[in-house]
Structure formats: C-alpha cells, structure tokens
C-alpha cells in the first residue's frame, strides 16, 4: 500500500526556515511527480512545488519562488523553506502522481496524499 508521511513541521518566527521531509513507501518518489501542497487556515488547499526527479526538473509556485527549494533523495522527498513569512503558515502536504514528465505541474492529478504537518510562522 502506497503510503506518504511528511516531517518537520514546526513553529518559526519570520524571517526563519524550516526544511520538511516526505517518506515514501509503497511507490518510488524518483521516477514519479511528486508535490507539496499547503492550506491555509480558512482558505483552499494551494500547490507549492513539484518535482520530477528522474529529468531533474522542478517548478514553483510565485509565492515561493526564490525561498523554497524542493529536492529528492533515496525515497523522500524535502521542502527547504527560507526566509519564512506569516503568509506562510499552513498545513503542509506532499503528494504523488503517476503522470510522467513534461506533465509534472501544480495542476497534475494527485492520488497519494500524507496526513500533513504543521507550519506556522510568527510575524
């Protein structure tokens, strides 16, 4: 059973960072699409990053661009947040596809999903 469990959420004040991990099991991260997605409270789920590892291509979204950097290693994938901001704070949640490349974006179709894991920064 394919099985996504994100890590390293946590409290931070502006201006920090936060690196987020994501285990795989079930499914291989490299030659897939695989994404973080985050929720801010009251407000609907928005794509972050995506990557596909296995042609070393990623994209972002604006908000991010510049301070976020996604990455993969064995079967994870990370999210390295920099330079965080109040607008920032939300669930965070990585996620799989089985589309292949050049496919692989923000809007591909999803089917695993983690449970999350909370961000939240203190202006």
């Known amino acids: 059973q394919a099985q996504l469990m994100e890590s390293g959420g946590g409290s931070v004040q502006a201006g920090g960072s936060l690196r987020l991990s994501c285990g795989a099991s079930g499914l291989s991260v490299r030659p897939a699409c695989m994404a973080w997605f985050r929720q801010a409270p009251g407000k609907q789920r928005e794509g972050v990053a995506a990557?596909?590892?296995?042609?070393?291509r990623s994209s972002y979204d604006m908000s991010v661009k510049g301070r976020f950097t996604v990455s993969q290693e064995r079967n994870s994938v990370f999210l390295q947040m920099n330079s965080l901001t109040h607008e920032d704070t939300g669930i965070y949640y990585c996620?799989?596809?089985?589309?292949?490349?050049?496919?692989?974006?923000?809007?591909?179709?999803?089917?695993?999903w983690g449970q999350g894991t909370q961000v939240t920064v203190s202006s």
């Open positions: 990557i596909f590892a296995a042609v070393g």
């Open positions: 996620a799989y596809s089985g589309v292949t490349w050049p496919n692989c974006d923000l809007h591909s179709e999803f089917t695993t």
